[in-house]
Nanobody, 124 residues
């Protein structure tokens, strides 16, 4: 079992930056790859980025590539999403999630554990 608790988020102007954190409970955190997803009102939850179990490999959606960065600190059971050059279309509830697919995954169906979500709002 993995429990995920998110922090960060909030309101920022376009072009600004935010960092989301996701703290995991349990001693097996390093066995899981982690992912970030987001859901805007009236839309499906979509993939944002994923980081493998060791933190050596990441993949991103084209819409955030070059602006968002996933990282993790296995010693402290935490994963981060650094978001730079934010745009109004990045406005959504952001979720972290854990998957047993240690290389990471684009597919939300492959994630067994989810954080509570945190709102990110980017004003124009």
């Amino acid at each position: 079992q993995v429990q995920l608790v998110q922090s960060g988020g909030g309101l920022v102007q376009a072009g600004g930056s935010l960092r989301l954190s996701c703290a995991a409970s349990g001693r097996t955190f390093s066995m899981y790859a982690m992912g970030w997803f987001r859901q805007a009102p009236g839309k499906e939850r979509e993939f944002v980025g994923t980081i493998n179990w060791s933190g050596t490999s990441t993949f991103y959606a084209d819409s955030v590539k070059g602006r968002f960065t996933c990282s993790r600190d296995n010693a402290n059971n935490t994963v981060f999403l650094q978001m730079n050059s934010l745009k109004p279309e990045d406005t959504a509830v952001y979720y972290c999630a854990a998957t047993a697919y240690q290389g990471g995954s684009y597919y939300k169906e492959q994630y067994a554990y989810w954080g509570q979500g945190t709102q990110v709002t980017v004003s124009s």
